[in-house]
């Protein structure tokens, strides 16, 4: 699983990708303390991101410069959102809506098979709450409560907020998304593209999971 790149840590991976650098110089570019570098270099040599190389001199206590590791350099790199909205864009121009919506469903299909090893719990609610935690680690707000003794998944915050503003078909995928995953028929019963403060999905019927 990807690691969450702190926003304060974006600057520092960048200068790091350029080349190696010491913690002072870190600092100097940063306009922050030695002492913030090394708590923002630890973190993200604790995810793998950074590692630090050894410069041995022929006198004196050795140096050490941060660089990025391969795994820091494909993540720092990444540029998924402008990928995404243009993949959708082109998904949108399919005009059969057949076609056009069995790519959709193997879009969801092909994530909930990423997601699935995840993924625990016997229950609806506890699948539900499983997929809470998964989306919380990627920093998007989950929750899961009881109505009327049937659990309630409830995302304050939208994972997909330019593609949903754009077409309402990504909460189609994210609806068959959440229902592979929980093992039942998830409705979206409020969204907030219709003015509700937050999207809601409430499970129905029992579904067989898809393992093609």
């Not at 926003?7 to 080349?19: E, G, N, P, Y």
């Not at 600092?27 to 410069?55: F, I, K, N």
């Not at 350099?73 to 959102?81: D, L, P, V, Y």
């Not at 049937?150 to 994972?159: E, S």
Request: net charge neutral.
């Amino acid at each position: 699983m990807a690691s969450v790149i702190e926003s304060s840590d974006k600057a520092l991976l960048d200068l790091v990708r350029d080349q190696p650098l010491g913690i002072s110089e870190l600092a100097d570019a940063m306009g922050v303390t030695a002492t913030a570098v090394r708590q923002r270099l630890a973190r993200l040599m604790s995810q793998g991101l950074v590692e630090r190389r050894e410069l041995k001199a022929s006198r004196g206590r050795p140096s050490y410069r941060y660089e990025l590791t391969e795994r820091g350099r494909r993540q720092a790199g990444t540029n998924f959102a402008d990928l995404a909205l243009a993949l959708w864009d082109e998904i949108r121009k399919i005009k059969e809506p057949e076609v056009r919506n069995g790519l959709m469903r193997r879009v969801a299909q092909t994530l909930a098979a990423k997601y699935a090893p995840q993924i625990h719990g016997a229950t609806a609610a506890e699948r539900m709450a499983s997929i809470a935690d998964l989306l919380a680690e990627r920093k998007v707000p989950f929750s899961v409560t009881a109505v009327d003794s049937l659990p309630v998944l409830t995302a304050a915050a939208c994972p997909y907020p330019e593609l949903a503003e754009q077409d309402r078909g990504i909460c189609s995928v994210e609806k068959m998304l959440f229902s592979q995953l929980v093992g039942e028929n998830v409705r979206l019963t409020d969204c907030r593209l219709d003015g509700a403060t937050c999207c809601t999905f409430e499970v129905g019927t029992k579904i067989e999971m898809n393992r093609d």
